[in-house]
Each structure stands twice: as structure tokens, then as C-alpha cells.
């Protein structure tokens, strides 16, 4: 539970967990309030020089290129440092979700305030989450829908809406898309101001009405949402999607499904939904393994380190940016919108190579006393203790047994090990 619902999961913590009880656990993860951690930086606001002022350009771009570095780091930050990490690993749950890259908004201002939306309604009623992300600027770019008008409907976010958002593929057709898109017109971003903004434009709308999954009606980009998300398979398909995040890759049983989405019910009441979820037979299984994402992994690497991203010096944030685009995750930055993929994707030679590079750097930085004390031969069991790894396969003992005279490379190769870089 503390390593789902977080980013690892301590000895003290666990003690802590078991003394409790398992649905205390769940109850007070669960009321974890969004509003903890560090505060976002301001950021100013960015707009791109024409094309033929060079230099300008060259300004512009090394600008943009350190508020988003920036954005990144302080978001690893937060997530390193939360006393109630679900809250941040639910906002991370839904930034997959509701895919967005910052290379095509071009404005970290605008992907913090998409960020604080994920944060703020994630675990609550996800039509009104689903209204206010239909109209969040950053994702209205990066689906090309603040140019969206009567004469020139685009229809990419009318499209992933539907296949990606809310129901999933096969559950509307082409003529749906257009008509959606029809619905969607009038909107567009004002990317020029401070804090980027949504307006509608009536003149720019495409007068309806629409007809949309065989419901007539003069649809507005707030009733669209509401007719997609009370589809029967909308619930469904958003449940799986976060199993597939939190339990595993395979797609629940009709059994667990059913608990999940009678537990989502109209009120689409996120939080119910997760609660199902982690109280779900096959999330209590012992045999339940996922890969951990590389952001879940790094950050879990600086917390059970107790290193912070922010106090680090600049070799060490380089590198753990440079880790985390060789390991293909980096905060802000999916590869589309479908978001990351999950599970074995993770388990790849390069990326092997790029972990085993990030921790070794982490070993470095981290302060060994404690380990260094132990005998060479309870270093192992010590290191396991400290990573919060339940116990080493014989394998994997004996390759730390071989290193435990050198405590960075004995840490290295537990950070690298597969019983660190998977979560049971």
C-alpha cells in the first residue's frame, strides 16, 4: 500500500502502517489534503521573437530552457519531500492521464497551473476535473484547440477527449469526433498574458445543434463533458487505466471491475474509486508486481536516501535530469498524449544502463556512516532494511555479498538490483 500510494516505503512507516491497520492506512492515506508542499516558482511570462531576430531567438530558447528546468526539479522536489506522498503520486497518475507536453506549450507557467488542477481535483468528482481540463490552457495547445473555430473545427481534442480521457477506443465513431469538435469550437488561449487563459469566443462557435453518440443537443464543451463521462463506458475505462498504474498491467476481473465502478458511482467520486482499488482482492495479492516508472523510481531513490533535489548541487541535478530523459520519463515532457507506457517497457538494456548511472551518482552523494558501520556481512541485510526491499533473491545476494567492502558500490548495485526497481 505505501509503495503504491507513494514512492517507497520505509521501515518506520511500515511499523507505523501495520501497527494501525490496513484500512486506517487506507483511511488516512487517502485524506491526505492537496494543498501540502512546496509552492510552485512564479514564472514569467515567455513569448517568441520573430523568426528573424537571431539573437532573440537564442534568448528565448536558453530562457524557456531554464524555467522548464526549473518546473522539473521543482516538482521531483515536492514529490521527495511530501509527508503524505499520494497526493503527489495521484497528480503524477493523472499528468499520464492528461498527457501534455511542455515542449509544445512552451510555457511552464501554464504547465504549473495544469499541474495544480491535476493536484487540486484529483480525488474528487471527475466530471467537474473533466470540465476543468477541457478549458486548462496548456492542454488546449498541445491538442491544437485554441485555434478551434466554426470555419476551421480541429478536432484533436474533440478526438482524445473521447479515446483517451473518457471512454477508450471503440466507443465513438468518426462522426462523433466531428460533431464533438463542432461543440468545441469558439475557445482559444491567450498566450500572451501573464497567466495564459481561456475565453470563449460566440462569434467563433459553430452553432449546433450536434448529434453525439445519439444524444441531439446544442452542445457547449461543459455538456459535451457531462455526456461523455455518464457514458457506461466511461467508468469502466477509467478504472482500468489506474489499475493498470497502481495493480498491474493485466486488466482487472469482471469481479474487481464491477466493485470499482459500483464504488466510482454517479458521483464519479474519484476517491471512492481508489479506495476500491486498494482494497481490491488482487491488490492485496502478494504476487501483484508492477515496474516502478522511472520518475516513481528516482524520486523514491532521494527519499530513501533522505537527499532533496532542491539542496543537491548542480552536477547531481544535471544528472538526475539526464537520468530520468535516458530512463524516457521526465516530468512535463510525455512522449504523446497517450501518456507513458508501463509495465516491461521499463525493463530495456539502455535503460538498465542509465539507472545503474543515476544510482551510482546518488551512492556518491548519499551519507554512508550508517553503512559503513555495519559488518561487511550484515551490510546486505542493512541495505535491504534501508530501501525498504522485503528480502534479496539468493542471486542478488551474491552479487552484494561480493561488494559489500565498498559502500557506494554496494548501494549502486541495490539501487540497480530488480527487487528495488519493481513494486510488490
Known sequence: MLRRTGFNAPGQAVDAAV????AATVDRVLAAPPSTGTQ??????????GKGDKAARQTYAKQLKAQTEQLVLWWLDRMVAADQPWVEKRTLLWHGHWATSVKKVKSPAAMVAQNQTERQLGGADF??????????????IWLDASGNTAKAPNENLARELMELFTLGVGHYSENDVRQ??????????????????????????ASGPQTILGTTADFTDQTLVDLLVSRPDSAPYLATRMWGWLVAPTPPSASSLARITSAYGPKRDLTAMFRAIFSDPAFLDADSVIVKQPIDYAVGMFRDLKLRPSTV??????GLLRGLAGLGQVPFDPPNVG???TGGAWLTTSAAQA????????????DLKALSAQSVSQRPAYVAAMLGVDAWTARTQGVLSSAASDPAELLTLALAAPEYIVSR
Open 127 to 140: 466530471g467537474a476535473f473533466a470540465k476543468q481540463m477541457v478549458r486548462d490552457p496548456a492542454l488546449m
Open 19 to 22: 501497527t494501525s491497520g490496513f
Open 180 to 205: 464533438a469538435a463542432q461543440a468545441l469550437t469558439g475557445w482559444r488561449v491567450d498566450r500572451k498574458a501573464a497567466i495564459m487563459t481561456a475565453t470563449f469566443a460566440a462569434q467563433r462557435h
Open 355 to 366: 539507472r545503474i548511472k543515476l544510482a551510482e551518482s546518488l551512492a556518491k552523494a548519499a
Open 313 to 318: 548541487d548542480k552536477k547531481l541535478q544535471s
Open 339 to 341: 501518456g507513458w507506457p
Open 40 to 49: 510552485p516558482p512564479s514564472f514569467a511570462a515567455l513569448t517568441a521573437p
